[in-house]
């Protein structure tokens, strides 16, 4: 029940929420402090020293769980006066307090500290996915390519590496990408990364297609099929792989090859804000990694919360 009770406190109002958090925080059972840690997380709110002395404390360095969420925690706040905890963790050999610390330093502007998390990008694992996600918004186009190569070594990292063609925003894949559109398994994905790139939305420009015959529904109605899980693109439409194909051969000439866009535009503060008020929750979330990365006083915003305009 750990991730609902967050979730739950992540939502009350404030001021029914703070003193619950400030009980966790100062209290002695880790796993309560790892709760007030994580609700800090999630209302991006600062505790302030009581983050410092988690991070100072032995017997809660001993506790991993806890000091991996604090570590996270630095870099979703930009607590530039922890960046020593985060040095100290960047080649811990537990991964997960190494790949926390990798990811807090590049958000406080320590790019250089990107290269650490190529293990995490090249090998699934349950830090694969945050790790596209940051690193391939920091390096520029050609090491990027270089490490997508890297990823596609593997066949079974397909998925990881139509995610990382889109997040690194370079039109050079977007025929790759659309040639992917053929393939049931990868098609929503590659449509996702598609859209990441150019911008164009398949629905409004009538590029969608009805699911493939062939493509059963996750879950079914099955009632003695164990399987309830959601399918992975489940919110992802199907497209027309033709009608995109002929689409992009008339506007693939306005993109500049090597340059990274996202949604359709070149990256700056003012096209990312609007993101975060107009687009859909995943976009709004890679908005908003983007805008933290180029905003030296940006916090990472939670695209959980409600948008306020």
């Known amino acids: 029940t750990f991730k609902g009770l967050v979730s739950a406190l992540g939502w009350l109002p404030r001021e029914i929420a703070r003193p619950w958090v400030e009980r ?22 600062d505790p302030g020293e009581l983050l410092t002395d988690i991070l100072k404390r032995e017997d809660c360095q001993k506790h991993t769980p806890l000091h991996a969420r604090a570590l996270r925690l630095v870099g979703e706040l930009r607590r530039q006066d922890l960046m020593p905890a985060l040095q100290a963790n960047i080649g811990s050999k537990e991964p997960s307090l190494a790949f926390w610390a990798n990811w807090s330093a590049v958000l406080l502007g320590q790019h250089v500290q990107v290269k650490n998390l190529q293990p995490f990008v090249l090998n699934p694992g349950p830090h694969q996915a945050r790790a596209i996600q940051l690193a391939f918004r920091v390096l520029p186009v050609e090491p990027g390519r270089e490490w997508i190569s890297s990823l596609a070594k593997k066949p079974a990292n397909l998925r990881a590496v139509i995610t990382a063609t889109g997040v690194l925003g370079d039109p050079h894949a977007v025929n790759w990408l659309i040639s992917k559109m053929t393939d049931p398994v990868q098609a929503r994905l590659a449509g996702e990364a598609f859209t990441l790139i150019t911008g164009i939305d398949l629905e409004k420009h009538g590029l969608t297609a009805p699911p493939p015959t062939s493509q059963a529904p996750i879950p079914n109605d099955n009632p003695g099929d164990p399987n309830v899980g959601l399918d992975e693109d489940e919110n992802l439409p199907w497209q027309d792989a033709d009608h995109i194909a002929a689409l992009w051969r008339n506007h693939g000439q306005h993109f500049l090859v090597g340059r990274r866009y996202f949604l359709g535009k070149a990256i700056s503060p003012e096209w990312l804000k609007s993101r975060l008020q107009d687009s859909p929750q995943r976009q709004r979330h890679a ?18 919360a409600r948008v306020i305009a």
Request: with cysteine.
């Open 24 to 45: 966790l925080l100062k209290g002695k059972d880790m796993n309560h402090k790892t709760l007030g840690v994580a609700a800090c997380s999630i209302r991006r709110d």
């Open 287 to 304: 908005a908003a990694l983007e805008l933290t990365l180029i905003d030296s006083q940006s916090r990472l915003i939670n695209t959980r």
